[in-house]
């Protein structure tokens, strides 16, 4: 079985780690889905988010990283799978991802959002958090993979 894992990913964090590694051992293949979120000003562009995530994952057999436009479903359906994979780390999470998950299923009946709880260690961390912590040239080492890291600081870099 094949799901997708879908996001923005701007940047990629150890949470969204954490969900990848955890379902990659439940599905055979699991697609790191990057999009761009209209409703976000990105940082980083969708080229660098994927270059960044295949660096994290270039010896990951299961795990594919690809990027879409559009709509979700649409994406499913050319990935030809009908499991997508979603973080929660509250119950905030948890009422916008059941909205997403209902209007998916509206559009097609066949699809299946998994929900997986965050660890405890990062059910407070978001894309948003490391990059104001990065702005303000604070430790997110241990927020981040080294190589996220690195490109967080050069993008806030102060001469």
């Not at 295949?54 to 436009?69: G, N, Q, R, S, W």
């Not at 405890?120 to 927020?143: C, M, P, Q, R, T």
């Amino acid at each position: 079985m094949k799901a997708i894992y879908p996001g923005s990913f701007d940047p990629i964090t150890n949470g969204h780690i954490d969900i990848i590694n955890r379902s990659k051992d439940i599905f055979d293949e699991l697609i790191i889905g990057i999009t761009t979120n209209v409703q976000k000003k990105h940082l980083f562009t969708i080229d660098e988010r994927k270059k960044m995530i295949e660096e994290i994952f270039k010896d990951e057999k299961k795990i594919k990283v690809k990027t879409f436009d559009g709509l979700l479903t649409s994406f499913c359906e050319e990935e030809k799978t009908n499991y997508v994979i979603r973080g929660l780390r509250a119950v905030s999470d948890y009422e916008y991802e059941l909205q997403m998950a209902m209007a998916n299923k509206s559009l097609n009946k066949n699809l299946e959002t998994i929900f997986l709880v965050a660890s405890h260690k990062f059910n407070f961390l978001s894309s948003s958090i490391v990059k104001e912590i990065a702005y303000y040239h604070g430790d997110i080492s241990a927020l981040v993979p080294k190589n996220v890291e690195i490109k967080l600081k050069n993008k806030y870099e102060r001469g």
